[in-house]
C-alpha cells in the first residue's frame, strides 16, 4: 500500500503553481488547425487494423439552469425540444465514425458527461443508446465500465431505473457543497435529500460504482462549513470522490463573472479546506489516488494503483487507458493512437458541419517520439508517484539522464526539498510531494515555457 500523504505548508506554498492537468501530454493548449478529419480517418484505420477496444466519450451541452462556478462547454435553455437538432447530428456522428471502425472492436468504457446529460428525455436516451449499440460493439453481459454524469435535480428513480435498464453501471454525481449560503452564492440550490436519494436509486439497482464531486474555494465557504460537507458526503458512503479546487477565471468563463470575488475564501482558508478534507476523507478509509481525486481500498482505482496499471487520460483516471478514445458530440475530444483531436466547441457549427455530412473535427495534435517518451514518464508519476528510468529506456532507447540532463538540476532541487527522492534509478515521489505531483510533471513539460500559465488552475 503507499504511504498516506504529508502536509507539509512550507513546500506546498513554494510549489503551489498553476499547471496543467495531464489529462493528455501535450495538453489541449497545444492543439492546432493544422489537424483535421483527414487525420481522424487515418487514425481510425489504424485503430480498426489492430482492432484495439474502444472507450466512447458522448457530450451533452445542455443544462436547465446555470450554476456560476461552471467551466464546461455548455448550453443553458428551458427548452427541452432543443436537445433534438442536436441529437440528430450527434447519431449522424456516431454513423461516420463508426463506419470507419471494426464491429469486433468492443466498447470497454462508456461515459455520458455534459452538461447534464439526464436534460434529455427517456426516449431521447432511449433512442440514443440504440443508435450506439446499432453501430458500436457495446457489451450486454455488464462487464463494461459505462458512466454517466448525474445532477440530483434532474433525476429520479424511474431516471435511475432506465439508465441501469440501458446499460450504466456507474454514476458520477455532481455535489459541490451542500450549505445552502455556498449553494445560492453559485445559484445551485441542491438539498441532501435530494442527492441521497439518487445515491439510494443507485445502490438499489446496483450501479457498481457511484463517484461524488466536491468544489472546495467557492464563495462564502469556510473551513468549518466546507468540513460539515464532508461530512454529510461520507455518510452517504460513495465509492470515488473527487474533490476539486475551484479556479476563479471570470476573464475566461462568463457564468464566474456573477461571483463576487469579495466572497471568495483566501488562499490560507482553501488550504485549510484541503488539509482538513484530506484528513477527514483519510480517517473515513479512503485512499488518495491523486489529483483531487479519492477511492476505497476495494475500488478498481485504488486496486489499480496498487497494481501499477491505473492510467490518465481525458476521461481523468482510468482502467482503460489502453483504449482508443472516441469523443462524440460538441467540443469532445479524441484520442486515438498518437492522434489526439477535438470537435468544434461552437454547437450551431457543429451541427451545420454534421448537416453536410462532414466530421466537426476542427484541431488537434499528432504526437511525436519526444511527445510519446514525455508522456509516459508524466503519465508514471502522476498515476503511481514513481518512475523507474528502465523501463523508459528500454521502451524509447534512449539514455534517460542523458536525455534529460538539462532538466537534472531542478529535479535535484526538488529532491533537496524534500518532494521527490531522486538516484541513478529512479524518482519516486515522496509523502510530502504527492499533492504537488503536477509541478513534478511540469518540470517534464517541453511546452509549458511557451504557454501562458494563467490558462491553468493552480497545483493546490
Known amino acids: 500500500m503507499l504511504d498516506a500523504i504529508r502536509w507539509d505548508t512550507d513546500l506546498i506554498r513554494r510549489y503551489d503553481l498553476s499547471g496543467p492537468r495531464y489529462t493528455s501530454y501535450p495538453t489541449a493548449v497545444q492543439f492546432t488547425s493544422q489537424v483535421g478529419t483527414f487525420d481522424l480517418f487515418h487514425a481510425l484505420r489504424d485503430s480498426r487494423k489492430a482492432l484495439r477496444p474502444l472507450s466512447l466519450y458522448v457530450h451533452v451541452p445542455f443544462c436547465a439552469n446555470i450554476c456560476y462556478y461552471c467551466a464546461c462547454n455548455k448550453v443553458i435553455t428551458k427548452d427541452r425540444g432543443r436537445a433534438l437538432p442536436y441529437l440528430q447530428r450527434l447519431e449522424q456522428e456516431i454513423q461516420l465514425i463508426a463506419c470507419h471502425l471494426d464491429p469486433a472492436q468492443k466498447v470497454e468504457q462508456l461515459h455520458f458527461g455534459g452538461g447534464t446529460p439526464t436534460f434529455l428525455s427517456h426516449d431521447e436516451l432511449r433512442q440514443l443508446m440504440a443508435q450506439l449499440r446499432k453501430h458500436f460493439n457495446l457489451l450486454d453481459d455488464d462487464s463494461g465500465d459505462y458512466g454517466i454524469e448525474i445532477d440530483p435535480r434532474e433525476a429520479d428513480w ?127 478509509g479512503y485512499r488518495y489516488i491523486g489529483m483531487d481525486h479519492f477511492a476505497l481500498p476495494d475500488d478498481e482505482l485504488a486496486i489499480a494503483q496498487e497494481e501499477s496499471t491505473l492510467q490518465r487520460n481525458f476521461q481523468g483516471y482510468t482502467t482503460h487507458g489502453h483504449c482508443d478514445l472516441i469523443g462524440l458530440g460538441v467540443s469532445a475530444i479524441s484520442q486515438i493512437g498518437d492522434l489526439y483531436c477535438q470537435n468544434t466547441s461552437d454547437l450551431n457549427l457543429y451541427q451545420n458541419t454534421l448537416a453536410s455530412a462532414q466530421l466537426a473535427t476542427n484541431r488537434g495534435l499528432l504526437c511525436n517520439a519526444d511527445d510519446r517518451l514525455r508522456r509516459a514518464v508524466i503519465q508514471q508519476l502522476i498515476c503511481h508517484f514513481s518512475l523507474e528510468f528502465a523501463g523508459i529506456e528500454q521502451t524509447f532507447n534512449i539514455d534517460f539522464r542523458g536525455y534529460f540532463a538539462e532538466l537534472w538540476p531542478q529535479l535535484q532541487a526538488m529532491a533537496k526539498d524534500g518532494l521527490i527522492e531522486l538516484d541513478s534509478e529512479r524518482i519516486t515521489v515522496l509523502p510530502a510531494g504527492r499533492l504537488l505531483v503536477r509541478s513534478v510533471c511540469m518540470v517534464f513539460d517541453a511546452y509549458l515555457e511557451q504557454q501562458n500559465r494563467q490558462r491553468f488552475s493552480r497545483v493546490i
Open 158 to 284: 424511474s431516471t435511475m431505473g432506465l439508465l441501469r435498464e440501458l446499460g450504466f453501471n456507474r454514476v458520477s454525481i455532481g455535489l459541490q457543497d451542500l450549505d445552502p449560503a455556498v449553494q445560492r452564492a453559485v445559484n445551485r440550490l441542491q438539498s441532501l435529500e435530494e442527492t441521497r436519494a439518487v445515491i439510494d436509486a443507485a445502490r438499489t439497482l446496483q450501479f457498481r460504482s457511484i463517484n461524488i464531486d466536491l468544489i472546495y474555494g467557492l464563495p462564502r465557504q469556510t473551513p468549518e462549513n466546507f468540513a460539515r460537507t464532508v461530512d454529510e458526503v461520507i455518510a452517504l458512503q460513495p465509492d470515488r470522490l473527487s474533490v476539486f479546487n475551484y479556479a476563479h477565471l471570470p476573464e475566461r468563463f462568463m457564468p464566474q463573472r456573477r461571483i463576487n470575488s469579495a466572497e471568495l475564501p483566501t488562499p490560507a482558508q482553501k488550504l485549510e479546506m484541503l488539509q482538513g478534507t484530506i484528513e477527514q476523507l483519510t480517517k473515513a
